[in-house]
């Protein structure tokens, strides 16, 4: 597996599947669309914000990258279902905290919902710490951080 710049509009639509497949039975818990699922992937995309862990031609997870000042903020991580397990998500992960440090950031950021109960025990085991809890447009979100 390897974790390459997402790179055409190809890339896009897989990124844009692999989106909906990962986050679409969040949907009743939630009672709307996860935000990963409105996103933009093709200029995300065509503006080199997006990676993916590919496999070959099949790409197995994704990530949007965005760097905020003083830390890079992981906006959407996601893992195919059938995928998961298999240490993608550590590996993408791992990539956020490598290219925070190539950017010169101390800390990599990100959020979850709260009702996505499964993140809230996944990303502590992965060095991350809880920072606060607030909702945003709609949704009741929980921020981590790992300092690098």
Aim: charged share 30%; hydrophobic share 40%.
């Amino acid at each position: 597996m390897e974790v390459r710049p997402a790179r055409n509009a190809t890339d896009a639509r897989r990124v844009r599947q692999l989106v909906d497949d990962a986050f679409t039975h969040y949907i009743p818990r939630i009672g709307a669309p996860p935000r990963p699922m409105t996103a933009d992937y093709d200029a995300l995309v065509a503006a080199g914000r997006c990676w993916v862990a590919a496999d070959g031609d099949d790409v197995l997870g994704m990530l949007h990258l965005e760097p905020a000042g003083d830390h890079l903020e992981v906006e959407t991580i996601a893992v195919a279902p059938a995928a998961q397990g298999r240490g993608v998500g550590g590996r993408l992960l791992a990539f956020a905290e490598d290219r925070a440090r190539e950017l010169g950031l101390p800390e990599v950021r990100l959020c979850t919902n709260e009702a996505m109960t499964e993140n809230l025990a996944y990303y502590p085991r992965r060095g991350f710490r809880e920072v606060g809890r607030s909702t945003e447009h709609g949704f009741r979100r929980v921020f981590f951080v790992k300092p690098l």
